[in-house]
């Protein structure tokens, strides 16, 4: 197991409503990433957040958005929630520019 | 869209027989790292091989990479029920934040 933690574990949410995801990361690690898995897909890149500031970002909309806090610990907001916003959502910790990202165990979301 | 693309999409084979799944990306890595996922939970990093690197090993796990093809395989020798999961490869690329890029995934199954 990885020291990454992510909560709440299930999720669910109706159409238009807003949700906040969290991750605690490895130990030492301060930077975040975060991805969106749907089902039967792999892992797509949403962001990534160093210092408290987003560094990279997928092809995501702006109703996604993150922070990250002193203790490295980050949120994954999203606003307005649509249907296909069901997914996986996975937080991975590394240290800046390590190559190996650790991963949590997601918190599953359906929108209903 | 997604970087790499696994080959077969899904796998099924005896225990003890080896097992060997296949990605393609598109754009110039630094690296390629192998992650396996059981049952929608949380990806496990598996082995990282450089963009300089053609073969790599790692207890069951042989990695080998053709950066002239744009290709790579995971071979998992000796398989064991226990590794029944899905695998996916992931390239991290030469800019922008050291986020990865996953392909769709090959489900192994390992019967007894």
């Known amino acids: 197991e990885t020291g990454v933690t992510q909560s709440p574990t299930h999720l669910i949410k109706t159409r238009g409503q807003q949700v906040t995801l969290r991750c605690s990361s490895q130990s030492g690690h301060n930077t975040v990433s975060w991805y969106q898995q749907a089902l039967g897909q792999g892992p797509q890149f949403i962001f990534q957040y160093y210092r408290e500031e987003e560094n990279g970002r997928g092809n995501f909309p702006p109703r996604f958005s993150g922070l990250q806090f002193p203790n490295y610990s980050s949120e994954l907001n999203v606003n307005a929630l649509e249907l296909d916003d069901s997914a996986l959502y996975l937080c991975a910790s590394s240290y800046w520019g390590g190559e190996t990202q650790y991963f949590g165990p997601g918190t599953r979301l359906l929108v209903l | 869209s997604q970087q790499g693309e696994e080959d077969p999409q899904a796998l099924s084979i005896q225990e003890g027989e080896n097992a060997t799944m296949n990605c393609s990306y598109k754009?110039?890595?630094?690296?390629l790292q192998w992650y396996r996922q059981n049952s929608g939970r949380g990806l496990v990093h598996l082995i990282l091989?450089?963009?300089?690197?053609r073969e790599k090993h790692s207890g069951r796990l042989r990695v080998t990479l053709d950066t002239s093809k744009k290709s790579s395989s995971l071979l998992i020798t000796a398989s064991r029920a226990a590794d029944t999961a899905s695998y996916f490869c992931?390239?991290?690329?030469?800019?922008?934040?050291?986020?990865?890029?996953f392909g769709t995934g090959t489900r192994l199954t390992v019967i007894p």
């Open positions: 754009t110039s890595i630094n690296n």
């Open positions: 091989i450089r963009s300089n690197e």
């Open positions: 992931a390239t991290a690329v030469l800019t922008g934040a050291n986020n990865l890029f």
